[in-house]
């Protein structure tokens, strides 16, 4: 059954049960105002109810029925004896409902027309029930008349519409009608009797409780979390104890209360999107659209309090989905797409988070006239503008300032309240993000805590402080020292810090903080918190990282409201307050989010210059300077005992992970171990691995490559580069790989041109070094392969009607970049429009994926996935010839 | 810790009498209704709160609830000495949250009539004014009655969204 209608059906039931009682005081004291107060609202709810559920015999008797108390209440009538009669009757009938609908799932066929004709009479004031109020004398004798009007008017409905009924559905009714002038109301409830007493059985499974008891049992079990933190502590410094075995059963018992507590504030999410259907509808009806809603993941448990803070922002989205996402049928038709569109929200658990999509096919955001809108109202530059990616523009209309006042909503259509929607979802450690594509629809994703009572922090330590940073916002942990890969580096002052291959702003806590001097503040920060706020990543310098703990967010005292730094504050199992910091308005604090777009813009820019940073790998071997080989070709590092090392002829084998690995020495003049431990580099090429054996390894750096290439490869070497301000050598796997494939199988170099599979590919990579490393792959692959060193040129070739079966693009390129150039092979007019497109990236997020994707790339292959890549093209190839 | 009841009023039934525990800061006699009164704390372990404005002094675990502890000293603008002298707490519940007003020490409770509080002299200086709904004379001095619950109000911070930047900026 519907849980709305099994909710419907537990409420309804026990106001029911509690008015049972009322109404027999209501004979008593038949003015009783409160009491007709109360009864009318109940028939309100169940009337308002029984309409949103589709339930329209209740829903009709019960609007005859408030017509009658509505009078009662205001006092237009006064109430008789037979009056409550009548009331009880509706009350019975309402039961009846209930009860069959309860025991088969629908309302019991038939109608009510005996009694709504009875109803009617005394709303419109013609029924002699009316007329003799208790208190008041009355133009129209009581009792003798009731009896005679009913009695009067029994047969006339019945003989139409009521026999039948009761035949079928209601024979419990029907002698309450024949018995009617004795005692009606008695009679109508006996038989209603057995029928509403199905009604606990079905209540009874579940129990209401009030929302303060649970709140109470929550806190409560909060504070005996953080006894047992306390008591935890304590048990870590202590060695032996008597009561470390009742401390973990403890431990044991309290976690599953605290679950258990918990469990008894989840509710489905159903709840908070109830209510959308018929919002939906109303749109549809009032602007002549066709939408259907689609809710997968209903049944998702989440706290209620959770649930209270993302109702109106859903309502809200999809409201907006609805109104401005979705184009008239007209429109739709005209682009192409079925006349319905189609709204759909999915819930599900993902990692002790909620995650909610709302989607829809509507017509996307135009992030072209945000932008221009942006520039003209002077909220950036147009080089700014530029610079922004497509993600940053959309996620303007997030900015406060910037939907509201500058009304890029206007010509978006989105945007009105998007902030508001984006603070109440983070207000509860939530994010949102948006994907948006013009003419496909928009996206939104929220993503938020399961429970907002206990989570996971972080502790840190700032200038002798500790404060707590919640778990959910911590992307990664980074130590600062000079060994490791993050460094620390500013652009006019402000901390940058390089972390792989992207760049951070930092904030340094100390200062946000206003905690000690600047000159006390250790030169070299030690840690660096990577905070994630909704599609921005930024550190946040700390002095010291302690462990995680479970915390209990107590808010901070009214008088420290407007401090949007603290989202709370918590005891610690030591005992100890502290403040629990808010990653959004840390945010907040160093600059609102466009500003931080532009941060982002300007950290993008300066990537551009160092992009293609390359992971190298940097070892010894031999004599002379020490050489590099790209970290990502290397599958594994190993140290192998030199006594396992086994030789067969000149060559030296391992068994290593089941399998005879050949190993080659980086040169046959290097000195080899006899004893200890030797440092292999093991590559694989497809299922083949052979290890090369090195003296030592000395450090992985992070380096752009600009490889000098040698004229003569025979020595494996690929050319020379500066690295770390010297000149080494990178070597060539592909030497070392064919020299021990050669020994191997005592045939010719194993990367020889394989037998041409007559297709060609394009290689279009600025880096000389990837041209070298991808093209005798992909020919030893049987591609014929033509490499050219930007996009241009590419193009150029388009012009003369070469013909390729897949192009494989780098991203980042002097002058025309990959996604330009995708879009170009793309362009309608262009000669390569079905041509397969791979890209080839050192950034394989997520993002740039479908970054990717919008451009028009096929396949998205991480640059120094060699296997990936064949795969790629590959399958890409096959499946093009296919169809072809 | 030091920790006394002063929660039992001494006079039960006489209507006219009312108590106050008293307290001093910078050899001024304070006074607040009794039944205000939660629990009287010696010195305390208080975690600073950054930012905050300069009379909190910071929050403190009460048995379990979180305390914000006021100097009352800053509050009422006797700036000097105010870390020195202030030992005692003096915790008052206002609004379902726990508050500890810092002072130099905590003395007696008295019970004095009500019909001999006079009004603050309107010369007062304002902070004061705003604060002191009262006054008694006794016999060696001034006893300036407290209204807690106005001075707390007056703290409070509407939830609001009005400045987005907070006070960080």
Redesign the interface.
């Known amino acids: 059954m519907d849980d709305l209608i099994q909710e419907f059906l537990a409420e309804t039931n026990e106001s029911l049960n509690a008015l049972d009682l009322d109404i027999v005081k209501l004979e008593q004291n038949p003015n009783d105002k409160d009491l007709i107060g109360r009864i009318f609202r109940l028939v309100h709810t169940i009337k308002g109810t029984c309409g949103f559920l589709g339930l329209p015999r209740l829903e009709k008797l019960a609007h005859h029925a408030e017509n009658v108390l509505g009078r009662y209440r205001d006092g237009s009538l006064s109430v008789t004896p037979q009056s409550v009669t009548l009331i009880l009757e509706s009350f019975d009938r309402i039961k009846m409902l209930v009860a069959g609908l309860e025991a088969a799932g629908a309302e019991p066929a038939g109608d009510d027309a005996d009694l709504i004709v009875r109803l009617d009479e005394v709303y419109e004031g013609r029924a002699a029930a009316v007329a003799p109020p208790l208190v008041e004398p009355s133009t129209k004798p009581p009792a003798p008349v009731v009896e005679a009007d009913e009695f009067g008017f029994v047969p006339v409905p019945m003989d139409t519409d009521f026999v039948p009924t009761a035949v079928m559905s209601a024979p419990a009714a029907t002698p309450v009608v024949a018995d009617a002038p004795a005692s009606p109301s008695m009679a109508v409830a006996t038989p209603a009797a057995p029928k509403a007493a199905a009604a606990p059985e079905e209540a009874s499974k579940s129990l209401r409780v009030s929302v303060e008891v649970l709140e109470n049992l929550m806190t409560m079990v909060s ?1 005996l979390v ?2 047992r933190n306390q008591l935890l502590q304590i048990m870590r410094q202590q060695t032996e104890s008597a009561f470390t075995a009742p401390l973990q059963r403890l431990n044991h018992v309290v976690s599953e209360l605290q679950e258990g507590v918990m469990q008894t504030r989840m509710q489905p999410i159903s709840n908070a999107w109830g209510k959308l259907p018929r919002i939906v509808r109303d749109i549809t009806v009032e602007v002549g659209k066709k939408i259907n809603l689609e809710m997968r993941g209903a049944e998702t448990e989440l706290d209620r309090q959770v649930l209270d803070y993302i109702k109106d922002p859903l309502t809200h989205m999809v409201r907006n989905s609805a109104d401005h996402g979705i184009e008239l049928p007209a429109d739709r038709k005209m682009l192409g797409k079925p006349e319905e569109g189609t709204i759909l929200l999915n819930a599900f658990h993902e990692g002790g988070h909620i995650i909610i999509e709302i989607s829809d096919d509507g017509k996307g955001l135009d992030t072209e006239r945000i932008r221009a809108k942006a520039v003209e109202k002077g909220v950036i530059s147009e080089e700014q503008a530029r610079a922004l990616t497509e993600q940053q523009v959309q996620q303007m209309i997030f900015a ?1 300032g910037f939907s509201t006042a500058e009304k890029v909503t206007a010509i978006s259509g989105r945007g009105v309240g998007m902030d508001v929607v984006r ?1 109440n979802i983070e207000k509860i450690g939530g994010t949102i993000e948006m994907r948006s594509v013009l003419g496909r629809g928009t996206t939104f994703t929220i993503k938020i805590p399961l429970t907002l009572a206990i989570v996971s922090a972080l502790i840190i330590e700032v200038a002798g ?1 500790r404060y707590a940073v919640p778990q959910l916002s911590v992307r990664e942990l980074v130590r600062l020292s000079n060994g490791s890969e993050a460094r620390l580096e500013d652009i006019h002052g402000t901390p940058i810090m390089r972390l792989r291959d992207s760049l951070l702003p930092l904030v340094s806590l100390r200062k ?4 000690g001097d600047e000159e006390t503040e250790p030169t070299r920060p030690r840690q660096v918190i990577v905070a994630q706020v909704g599609a921005y990543q930024f550190g946040i310098i700390v002095d010291r990282v302690f462990d995680t703990e479970e915390i209990v967010v ?1 808010p901070v ?10 989202s709370g ?3 610690l199992g030591d ?5 629990i910091l808010d990653p959004n ?1 840390i945010a ?2 160093v600059g ?1 989010v466009s500003s931080m777009a532009k941060a982002q813009a300007e950290i993008d820019h300066i990537q551009d210059s160092s992009a293609r940073k390359t992971p190298l790998l940097v070892f010894r071997a031999g004599p002379g300077a020490p050489r590099a080989v790209p970290l990502s070709l290397v599958s594994r590092l190993e140290e192998i005992a030199v006594g396992k090392i086994e030789r067969s002829g000149q060559r030296r084998v391992v068994q290593y992970r089941g399998k005879l690995m050949p190993l080659i020495p980086f040169s046959e003049t290097m000195d080899l171990k006899n004893a200890g431990v030797q440092s292999v580099l093991v590559f694989s090429e497809r299922d083949r691995v052979m290890g090369l054996m090195v003296d030592e390894i000395v450090d992985i750096v992070e380096e752009h490559i600009d490889v000098q290439l040698t004229a003569d490869n025979s020595f494996g070497l690929l050319g020379s580069a500066i690295i770390h301000g010297q000149a080494m050598d990178v070597i060539d796997v592909g030497h070392f790989l064919s020299i021990a494939q050669a020994d191997w199988f005592g045939g010719p170099a194993g990367l020889a041109p394989g037998a041409d599979n007559g297709k060609s590919v394009l290689l279009v990579d600025d880096s000389p070094f990837f041209r070298n490393m991808l093209a005798p792959m992909l020919s030893a692959a049987g591609y014929t392969v033509r490499a050219v060193n930007d996009a241009l040129e590419a193009l150029q070739l388009a012009k003369t009607d070469t013909h390729f079966d897949v192009i494989i693009s780098d991203i980042e390129m002097p002058g025309m970049n990959g996604f330009d150039f995708a879009r170009a092979v793309r362009a309608k007019d262009s000669k390569w429009l079905k041509v397969p497109l791979v890209a080839l990236s050192s950034h394989a997020t997520a993002k740039d994926l479908e970054r990717g994707r919008e451009a028009g790339f096929d396949d998205y292959i991480a640059k120094f996935d060699r296997e990936g890549l064949l795969r790629a093209v590959n399958r890409i190839g096959q499946l093009h010839s296919e169809v072809a | 810790m030091t920790e006394t009841t002063s929660q039992a009023p001494r006079s039960v039934n006489i209507d006219a009498n009312r108590d106050f525990l008293t307290m001093m800061i910078d050899g001024q006699l304070l006074g607040i209704p009794v039944l205000q009164v939660q629990d009287v704390l010696g010195p305390q372990r208080v975690t600073r709160v950054p930012l905050a404005p300069a009379e909190v002094e910071g929050s403190l675990n009460l048995r379990g609830r979180i305390v914000t502890a006021i100097n009352l000293r800053r509050r009422l603008g006797i700036l000097t000495n105010a870390e020195a002298a202030s030992t005692m707490s003096v915790v008052v519940e206002h609004r379902g949250d726990l508050y500890s007003l810092i002072v130099d020490s905590v003395g007696e409770v008295l019970s004095l009539p009500a019909d001999a509080a006079e009004t603050a002299p309107a010369t007062l200086d304002s902070l004061w004014r705003q604060h002191a709904v009262e006054i008694y004379q006794l016999k060696e001095q001034i006893l300036v009655i407290l209204d807690i619950a106005g001075m707390l109000d007056d703290m409070r911070i509407e939830d609001d969204i009005s400045n987005e930047d907070g006070e960080a900026a």
Do not use: H, Q, Y
């Not at chain 1, 946000?512 to 905690?515: A, V």
């Open positions: 504070e953080l006894t406060a603070n402080e946000i903080l206003k905690l107590k005292s009214p008088i420290l409201r407007n401090l949007r730094i603290f504050n918590t005891i005992g100890s307050v502290i403040m308005g907040n604090t609102d």
